[in-house]
Structure formats: structure tokens, C-alpha cells
């Protein structure tokens, strides 16, 4: 089985910082990527950073400058730094792996369960 448990999250000020973790476990061959997306409420899911095993990045203009996506390939997590929260970064975030499982032989994405971000104002 594949799971991908995500921690981190929860309610802060505006201005204040969270770090999300998402820690994949299963029988990976190989991740191709991972990445965070977020929903709001009335909103559809929407990219906020993605990284690829190699180190590429990919943020959505909104998170620019503020949130910072890493990971620990080894360890097969993946983390999002988020500073300076703005009221509508409020979301649930959701974790998502894109990689390739044992006994399957295509590349899948993977989704964690999600965790609520809360910014007051």
C-alpha cells in the first residue's frame, strides 16, 4: 500500500510561517515528482509548488517569493516552507507524489488525505 502522510498544518496569524511535511511510504521504484495543491472552499484544487527528484521547482505566482518547496529524496519526503501567510492562503493542502509503485508498472499520482492551513487576519 501507498500512503502519504502529511503533518504540519493548522492556524496562524497573518504574517506568521508553517512548514508542511509529507512523508510517502510504499514501494516506490521511483518518484518522478512531489508537490503540494491546495482547495478553498468553492474553489478548485490548484497547484502551489512541485519539485522533481532532480530539483526542479514550479510555484504558482501567488506563492512566489514566499513558500519554498523542498525534499529528501531518500527519505521520500517532501516539505513546503510557507512564510508571510496571507488570509488566502487559507486551504486544505494536499500532498501528491507522482511516481512508480512496485507491481505497477506506470507512473501514478498519489494523494494524501490533506491537511487544513488556517490564516487569520
Known amino acids: 500500500q501507498v500512503q502519504l502522510v502529511e503533518s504540519g498544518g493548522g492556524l496562524v496569524q497573518a504574517g506568521g510561517s508553517l512548514r508542511l511535511s509529507c512523508a510517502a511510504s510504499?514501494?516506490?521504484?521511483?518518484?518522478?515528482?512531489m508537490g503540494w495543491y491546495r482547495q478553498a472552499p468553492g474553489k478548485q484544487r490548484e497547484l502551489v509548488a512541485l519539485?522533481?527528484?532532480?530539483?526542479?521547482?514550479v510555484y504558482a505566482d501567488s506563492v512566489k517569493d514566499r513558500f519554498t518547496i523542498s525534499r529528501d529524496n531518500a527519505k521520500n519526503t517532501v516539505y513546503l516552507e510557507m512564510k508571510g501567510l496571507k488570509p488566502e492562503d487559507t486551504a486544505v493542502y494536499y500532498c501528491?507524489?507522482?511516481?512508480?509503485?512496485?507491481?505497477?508498472?506506470?507512473?501514478?499520482?498519489?494523494w494524501g488525505q490533506g491537511t487544513q492551513v488556517t490564516v487569520s487576519s
Open positions: 501528491n507524489v507522482r511516481g512508480i509503485v512496485a507491481g505497477i508498472s506506470v507512473s501514478t499520482n498519489y
Open positions: 510504499g514501494r516506490f521504484f521511483s518518484i518522478q515528482a
Open positions: 519539485i522533481t527528484t532532480g530539483g526542479s521547482t
